[in-house]
């Protein structure tokens, strides 16, 4: 019976594959100034040449539908029906842009209609020199969320399709084991060092070395309290993190719904070889986040944020300073900051002001330092720190050389454009933006050139060009690194639900 079941589906297989138009340029089409409308936009970008397929689905009206890529060497065909996917091999797609390094391809898209074929205007895009990094990792989270469920960790292969699970929490509400995962984290663009928190029941920080996993509770009472946004060191085991008491409030008539809040927050140091936990900066009225080292270890960005009414409420004061926050939410602003670090004697400096933002009814938000330590890149929003819920956002750099400020404007849109990440070569960013629909975030990629300027961004290639928008998934906090995650999910829940052997920091 298996064997008769096996032959149908070769067969009904077969037939699908013979219904697929075939890919072959027309001849005789008739050439329209009409311009192909085309989903994802991969018009006049710059793509890595290792990138996988920049798969479209045409919009535009039409029964059959044939693309042709073309630069130096064979042209790459695809071929599609009336629901206009046009989906390239990977194969000659490889070989044509190794052929077209540092130059510029040309698609031509021709379309059936009426029974003509017409041909479309030609749009171009290049490909540099330099690869970006082969894996990026990210978050996949419903964008309002009340329950930790059907949400985790994931890998995507950028030179093809593949997606791989890092870890996945309980696709069902179950009381007693729901929990969060989030701030995964990586040493340098390597898996060799690993981590992320998990929240709520199971609750602690996975650190995974060589991809061996152990738990361990960021929880001490000489610190303000959980460790939550993480930098590695470039090379030693060690990390700053910001130590935040944070809130949400959901709106009822702003359409960014949600407004994530910090009534404190201070940066400590963790040394994880020997599990010992101190403080950086320990301050009653500033609050400081998101800490990024250098790549040459001797400084740490940040942000900080002041606020007036915390001078005579006590860090305990919890509901008050909450209270205080949510009053003023849209008026709390952090400037861009850093701060010296001693790596013989592990001391700190004095805070050093990187940009006055407060001064400019903005606020800075995710300062990440370019692999070279040539620029900072930031983003910026009209108040508050988290800026993924904030339609004002936008892309910003600074040239630690000049002192220049600028924002990435070809890279930015009208909507959210926040927590972003660089490539190991410096050459790329990926980050998130709500430019599609205003609800999902989803991952852009841009070039960033030697001259420090950004390109136009296009969307995460997918096998299925129609498959960003049916996802309803928000993709959160995307990662480069070069190699894949190390620890398989198997081995990571068996951690999280051991709560037995967990390790505890102590305080130096």
């Not at 990977?90 to 017409?118: C, F, M, P």
């Amino acid at each position: 019976m298996n064997r008769y079941l096996l032959i149908i589906a070769i067969a009904f297989a077969s037939l699908l594959v013979g219904c697929k138009p075939e890919a072959r340029v027309p001849n005789n089409a008739r050439t329209t100034q009409e311009v192909v409308s085309i989903y994802p936009d991969y018009r006049d970008i710059v793509v890595p040449p290792n990138i996988a397929p920049l798969n479209i689905m045409v919009k535009s009206e039409g029964k059959e539908f044939v693309a042709s890529v073309e630069g130096k060497g064979a042209p790459v065909l695809a071929a599609a029906g009336s629901d206009g996917k046009l989906a390239f091999d990977s194969i000659e797609w490889r070989s044509l842009l190794a052929d077209n390094k540092g130059g510029e391809l040309s698609v031509t898209i021709y379309a059936k209609k009426d029974g003509e074929w017409l041909q479309h205007p030609a749009y171009k895009f290049s490909v540099a020199e330099e690869d970006i990094d082969s894996y990026l990792s990210y978050r996949l989270i419903e964008p309002s969320y009340e329950l930790y469920r059907q949400l985790g960790l994931y890998q995507r292969n950028l030179t093809n399709f593949n997606e791989a699970v890092i870890y996945e929490n309980n696709d069902t509400y179950q009381e007693g084991e729901n929990h969060c995962i989030n701030c995964h984290n990586y040493q340098n663009y390597s898996t060799e060092r690993m981590l992320f928190h998990v929240r709520g029941d199971h609750g602690g920080t996975v650190f995974s070395t060589s991809g061996k996993a152990d738990k361990r509770i960021m929880v001490n009472d000489s610190i303000l309290g959980n460790a939550v946004y993480p930098s590695w060191h470039p090379t030693k085991p060690w990390l700053v993190f910001s130590s935040n008491l944070t809130g949400q409030a959901f709106h009822l008539m702003d359409p960014q719904k949600i407004e994530v809040i910090d009534y404190g927050s201070d940066l400590i140091f963790y040394d994880a070889e020997h599990n010992i936990i101190s403080n950086v900066l320990k301050t009653n009225s500033d609050m400081e986040n998101f800490p990024c080292w250098t790549p040459d270890g001797k400084k740490v960005f940040y942000c900080s944020a002041h606020v007036a009414e915390f001078d005579t409420l006590a860090a305990d004061k919890k509901d008050e300073r909450s209270d205080v926050v949510l009053r003023k939410y849209d008026k709390v602003r952090y400037n861009l900051m850093s701060i010296s670090f001693d790596e013989s004697t592990r001391t700190w400096g004095t805070p050093q002001m990187e940009m006055d933002c407060a001064s400019d009814s903005l606020s800075a938000s995710v300062p990440r330092v370019s692999p070279d330590g040539r620029y900072v890149l930031f983003t910026l929003g009209k108040f508050g720190q988290f800026h993924i819920w904030h339609s004002s956002s936008d892309l910003f750099v600074k040239d630690l050389q000049t002192g220049e400020i600028r924002p990435l404007t070809a890279a930015n849109s009208d909507n959210v454009d926040s927590y972003h990440t660089w490539s190991s070569n410096g050459r790329w960013i990926v980050f998130s933006s709500r430019r599609d629909d205003g609800s999902y975030t989803r991952p852009y990629i841009a070039y960033f050139d030697k001259q420090g300027q950004a390109h136009k961004a296009f969307l995460l290639p997918q096998e299925d060009p129609e498959y960003n928008l049916l996802r309803m998934k928000s993709y959160n906090v995307p990662e480069l690194t070069r190699d894949a995650v190390r620890t398989n999910p198997d081995e990571l829940r068996e951690v999280i639900y051991d709560d037995e052997h967990v390790g505890r920091v102590s305080y130096k």
